[in-house]
Structure formats: C-alpha cells, structure tokens
C-alpha cells in the first residue's frame, strides 16, 4: 500500500501549478466541485492552503471528509488530506516553498498569514480503495 508519494511524483509536484481539488461530499465517496489551488512540495510532501482560510468550502470539506481527488499534473489521484498541527519549522518551509513557486503573484502574501491562510493547510497523501 502506498503511503507517500514517490519521488518521480514529488518532483513533477513541485513544478506543476495545476492543481484541482475535490474533497468527497458528506456521503463519502462523491467528489465535490474541483477548486484550483496552490500546492506546494516541502519535505518531500505535498500541501495545500486555503485561500479564503476557515472560510473556504474545500477546506471544510477536506477536514470532514479526510479523504477525496485533486488533479495535478495532468493526472487524476485518490488522496487523503491531513490538517497541519503548529509546528514552526514545517510552516516555515511551506512558506518558503511559496514564496519560491509563487513569489511573482500578487496574491502571495496572504497566503502566508497565519490567521488565514497558514492555519488552514493540509498535507495530502496518496490513498488507496
């Protein structure tokens, strides 16, 4: 069973800006609307951010569910979204994975506030029926 991505994967991740999220309705197994978002590789793993932070539809979704699809890559994954517990040097590097994938945009810095965007991350791993 895989439980991380592989490194081929991890790779292509970090470069793709592509990517569609769809976390599964309350029956658990429909995939919801797919919401573009930025994702980033830090650790050798994938995360994602809410831009509208506990507001965002996908995020709730996302941490009630636990599980759904995203697309990213040009392909299409079943994965599992894991919220982020505090931990300073982790969300220091998700920062810095943003700030080098994204430093161009103007919608960059509030994606790096804490109270928003920072709070609501998760990781998101591969999943297996």
């Known amino acids: 069973m895989q439980t991380n991505w592989i490194q081929e994967q991890i790779d292509a991740f970090s470069k793709a800006?592509?990517?569609?999220?769809?976390?599964?309705?309350?029956?658990?197994k429909t995939?919801?609307?797919?919401?573009?978002?930025?994702?980033?590789?830090?650790?050798?793993?994938?995360?994602g951010r809410a831009y509208n932070g506990l507001n965002s539809r996908w995020y709730k979704s996302a941490v009630q569910q636990k599980a759904g699809k995203i697309k990213l890559n040009g392909e299409e994954y079943k994965v599992t979204f894991q919220p982020l517990d505090t931990d300073a040097a982790l969300t220091e590097k998700i920062d810095e994975a943003y700030k080098d994938k994204y430093g161009n945009s103007m919608y960059l810095s509030p994606m790096l506030i804490s109270e928003g965007p920072v709070s609501v991350t998760v990781k998101i791993l591969p999943r297996e029926d």
Not at 17 to 28: E, L, R
Not at 31 to 47: C, E, F, H, Q
């Open 31 to 47: 995939p919801g609307t797919p919401t573009r978002i930025w994702s980033v590789v830090a650790d050798n793993n994938l995360y």
């Open 17 to 28: 800006d592509d990517m569609y999220i769809s976390p599964f309705y309350s029956d658990g």
